[in-house]
């Protein structure tokens, strides 16, 4: 059984940064791609990061691009989510996702999502 957990969501302060950690267990993540998406209060989810299964390709939304970074470790079974500069807009509940397949186009496994909470 797949399970995603995320954390090192909070409450923070416009400016300041956040690291997200989501850990993957039941299967090695090394050939799936990964993403980060979020869901701002009353609005829809949106895409929000990629990495190749590799690491060797990353995306970004064009509102986080410069700001945040999407990275993984394979060895560890996880992926993470550098935000800098947060912004009141970042607030959302953030969600990890896997990509079976590696196209970045369906994802099959989701995690319970962390909030993040951007004061202004």
């Known amino acids: 059984q797949v399970q995603l957990v995320e954390s090192g969501g909070g409450l923070v302060k416009a400016g300041d940064s956040l690291r997200l950690s989501c850990a993957v267990s039941?299967?090695?993540?090394?050939?799936?791609?990964m993403g980060w998406f979020r869901q701002p209060p009353g609005k829809e989810r949106e895409f929000v990061a990629a990495?190749?299964?590799?690491?060797?390709?990353?995306y970004y939304a064009d509102s986080v691009k410069g700001r945040f970074t999407i990275s993984r470790d394979n060895a560890e079974n996880s992926v993470y989510l550098q935000m800098n500069s947060l912004k009141h807009e970042d607030t959302a509940v953030y969600y990890c996702?896997?990509?079976?397949?590696?196209?970045?186009?369906?994802?099959?496994?989701w995690g319970q999502g962390t909030q993040v909470t951007v004061s202004s």
């Open positions: 996702a896997a990509d079976v397949d590696a196209t970045m186009q369906e994802y099959d496994y």
């Open positions: 039941g299967r090695p993540i090394s050939a799936w791609a």
């Open positions: 990495i190749s299964w590799s690491g060797g390709s990353t």
